[in-house]
């Protein structure tokens, strides 16, 4: 009897281990499944910039613009002119450096057109010690019946901007309020039109400067000739395919030459 009851407590205590040991697993498994998964945070979209592909990249501004602080003491000197005269403004300024404070419009002055409507602000209210100056490539081009900008001089629809003669009377009058200044005056005479060049006739530079020279001799104004500078070394100072404008040793080239002629000027 007694054996009996010993097997029987062996057995019940062997059932309750195995039962509280599966119960213990079991909730382990539980805890497992049941347990919250972790948030996922969520990302922000990155924003792409938008690109324009047929934006205009902006131009860097030309040096030659800026204005100038005059150095106290040193002479004030005048450049007018077009496209031509922006080009050779910075390096002008260099080799004046020390010398001059070298002033210019912040702009193109154009045909002589546009000299009579920008003089007067051109020139302000301060002295001028030396204007060098010069209108001519513009004035010689060619435009359409609409104001189309360098088209075909042989159309016969086309025209000159500012013909020959009406050339003439606008250069007086210019050089008539230019001479009020009391300002030392150089007239930079046009540079060539090279072959292949669009709305302009080779040899026309000839024509205008010619006029020029013959009012400029009549009021007794010194002449920079950069036309006979550059004819000779077109081929290594100028642009090719046609192009009126310079290379870099071409620009630096006339720069020394206008350099020279306003030191002449101020006596220097």
Known sequence: MFVRIQTFVVALALIIVLSCGF??????QQSKVTKPAAPIERQEP????SVNKNQTPKKKPNAAMDPVQDVAGLPRVLLIGDSISIGYTVMVREALQGKANVHRPPTNCGPTTNGLKGIEQWLGDKHWDV????????DLKYLGPNGENLQDPND???HQQVPPEEYETNLRTLVERLKKTQAKLIWRNTTPVPEGAKGRVVGDAVKYNAIAAKIMAENGIQVDDVYGLVKPKMQEMMLPKGNVHFQKEGYQAIANDVAAAILQALGS
């Open 156 to 158: 016969p629809t086309n």
């Open 46 to 49: 990155v924003q792409k910039k």
């Open 23 to 28: 119960s213990s697993q079991t909730s382990a």
């Open 131 to 138: 204007i060098h100056f010069n209108w001519g490539l513009h």
